[in-house]
Structures are given as structure tokens and as C-alpha cells.
């Protein structure tokens, strides 16, 4: 809810657009902004930060630059391409949705924001980024940045994980996009730009933010009790054990067939249940002669769950999986980084 009446949205593109022109980043994806170009970037910066994203979306677009190369790339290539990044069914779902564009579509991006929304993986926020940066369409797009600047403009105290929030501020944004094509394509990303540059999460520079004449957070010094989030739950905590089994070939490795991570490959990994131990889940395998060589523990977070994880490298002469070289797992096997981290426990 807004502290002082109905927050006055019309007064935000002006300002806005004026300080975006001269003080915007020189991003990739924002040379040659075609659909494809701004979809495979904001998907890849979903929960991923700018500067870590550069370098994955030029790799990305040089190996697969249209959408009918992504339709048609093999899934290991297509992982080991994203690997790092985390949140693989993201690019599951570019792919799907590369595969019904050509068949639906004959290749070629929708221009309404419900057909892009009938995509696989792509959602309202998606959709509204590239109907407005790609087609210049007066289309908003609502992400954590522009959820933090409106609340903070607006003093508005509603829980950002309200789907009736989003769906007021798509409304209300969308209602005040400039004219041309070329000032909607800007006004998405300045808003973008603003919360990444200026209105950050903690900090915020209101002294060099073009907004303070219409901010209620400034005026009243409120800054920090916006935007509301939701309560945070706990995360829940399984205990990992992770091996690398070496073998006269190299390293075991298996696709995962279920639980997180499904459909990715691992060093063979058990979550521990009453009081399993390293050996006795090995022993599970068939494997009862081994010489363990070392142990180490670290954690990996995914949004719901902490893996305490115990990585255990055995040596054996009867592998229980496939064994690859380590070469082979280092440049041509894609590995998510929970158990990419397991590979420092050889130096
Ligand atoms: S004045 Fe400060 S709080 Fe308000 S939008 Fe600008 S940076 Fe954010």
C-alpha cells in the first residue's frame, strides 16, 4: 500500500530516459538487440549477475548465434555451454522453446507478449523484455530492480511476491511508455539500470539518482524499508557424499535420475540417510575393494536446500559407472559446480 495517495507514474519516464542515455552501460546484448540476442540474455541473467553472465553470452552466441542452432545443438554441448551458470533447466527451456519456435513459428519470435508467454521457460517478465527492448513495444517488464525502484518511489509497502503487485505494475508502467519504439526499448532498460547503478539493494546514491524529486523513500528517509520481501524459509540441509572414484580409465561419472539436478551428469553422490556412512553406500555399489585417498567438505547452496557435502576420493580396479579421463571431464563433460567443486580434492 502507498503512504500518500496514488503514486504518480507518468512523472518517471522524462527524468528517466534523460539520465539512461548518458550513463548507460556498454553491455553485449544490448549491441544489435534482436529477440533471440535479448531473450538468451535475460535468461542467463536470471539469478546470475551481470558481469559473471559477459563472458558465458559471448561464448553462448558464438557457438550457437541463431535459434535454429539452438534448436539443434546436443544436450552435452548445450550444458557444458552453461556450466557455471547454475539453474540448468533454464536452458532446457531454451531449447524447447528454440524447438516450438520453429515449429510454431517458422523460427521467428511472436510480437505479442502472450504468444512469447506461450513459450517454454518464458514468463511474464521475459516476454515484456523482449516485446519492449527487442520490438519496442509499450510493454513493461517487472524484475527485482524495477520492484525495489517503484516500491522506494512509491513508499508502496505491498510484498513483492504478491502476483497482484506485479500485475499492478505491469499495468501501471506500461501505461506510461514513451511514444516511440527506439524511447520503450530504453525506458525497460533504464529502469534495469537505475536499480542495478543507483537504487541498489543496500546504499542506495539518491544523491546522483534523477528520481529524488518524485521519490517518497528520499523525502522521508524510508530507503531501507524498501522494497518488502517475502519471509525467508529455511533451507532444508541434506548430507551429501560425493565420490570420485578413480579407476585405470579415469573418473566415474553418471547422470543423475533423480532429486535436484535431475538429467545432469555427477561424480556418483548419495544423500546420507540414518547414519549411512562413505563405505557402506560404496559397498552398496558392488564396491567392497577400494583404497581411499583423501576426504573434504564443503557446502553448496541451491535456492532450497544446503547440500553439506563430503567428497571422497577412492581408488579402485572395477568401476561401478563409466569412467572418463580427467581431460575429457575438464573440457568436454559438463558438470553443474556443486560437484565440479569435488575436483580440488586432486591438487
Ligand atoms: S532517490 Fe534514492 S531511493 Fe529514490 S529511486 Fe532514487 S536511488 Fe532509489
Not at 559477459?54 to 550457437?64: G, I, N, S
Not at 530492480?145 to 499495468?171: A, Q
Request: hydrophobic content about 35%; glycine content about 6%.
Amino acid at each position: 500500500m502507498q503512504k500518500d495517495g496514488k503514486f504518480q507514474f507518468q512523472r518517471i519516464p522524462a527524468p528517466l530516459l534523460a539520465w539512461y542515455r548518458t550513463h548507460k552501460r556498454s553491455l553485449p546484448w544490448r549491441e544489435d538487440p534482436t529477440p533471440y540476442r535479448v531473450w538468451v540474455s535475460e535468461v542467463m541473467l536470471q539469478q546470475t549477475r551481470v558481469e559473471a553472465v559477459k563472458e558465458y553470452y559471448l561464448r553462448f552466441m558464438d557457438a550457437l548465434p541463431t535459434v535454429e542452432e539452438l534448436a539443434a545443438c546436443e544436450e552435452e554441448k548445450l550444458l557444458k555451454l552453461w556450466e557455471g551458470l547454475g539453474y540448468y533447466s533454464r536452458v532446457r527451456n531454451l531449447q524447447k522453446a528454440a524447438r516450438e519456435l520453429l515449429v510454431r513459428f517458422d523460427g521467428e519470435f511472436p510480437q505479442t507478449k502472450a504468444e512469447l508467454e506461450s513459450l517454454s521457460g518464458i514468463g511474464s517478465y521475459t516476454a515484456g523484455a523482449i516485446a519492449s527492448i527487442a520490438f519496442g513495444l509499450p510493454v513493461a517488464a517487472v524484475d527485482g530492480n524495477v520492484f525495489r525502484v517503484i516500491s522506494r518511489l512509491s513508499e508502496d509497502d505491498t510484498v513483492i511476491s504478491d502476483p497482484k503487485y506485479r500485475k499492478y505494475l505491469e499495468r501501471e508502467l506500461s501505461a506510461v511508455y514513451p511514444e516511440t519504439k527506439r524511447d520503450c526499448a530504453d525506458f525497460t532498460q533504464s529502469l534495469f539500470e537505475l536499480g542495478a547503478l543507483i537504487c541498489k539493494p543496500q546504499n542506495p546514491d539518491c544523491k546522483n539518482c534523477p528520481l529524488t524529486g518524485i521519490c517518497g523513500a528520499y523525502k522521508n528517509g524510508t530507503q531501507t524499508c524498501f522494497p518488502v520481501l517475502p519471509q525467508k524459509k529455511e533451507k532444508r540441509r541434506e548430507e551429501v557424499y560425493a565420490f570420485l572414484i578413480e579407476t585405470p580409465e579415469g573418473f566415474c561419472i553418471r547422470r543423475r535420475e533423480n532429486g535436484v539436478l535431475k538429467g545432469m551428469n555427477e561424480f556418483p553422490s548419495h544423500v546420507a540417510e540414518n547414519g549411512e556412512t562413505p563405505e557402506s553406500v560404496l559397498n552398496g555399489w558392488g564396491m567392497y575393494a577400494f583404497n581411499e585417498v583423501k576426504r573434504k567438505k564443503y557446502t553448496h547452496i541451491f535456492t532450497h536446500i544446503r547440500w553439506d557435502i563430503t567428497c571422497v576420493w577412492v581408488q579402485t580396479d572395477v568401476a561401478p559407472f563409466d569412467s572418463y579421463a580427467l581431460d575429457e571431464i575438464e573440457e568436454g563433460i559438463s558438470l553443474p559446480t556443486a560437484f565440479k567443486q569435488c575436483l580440488s580434492i586432486l591438487q
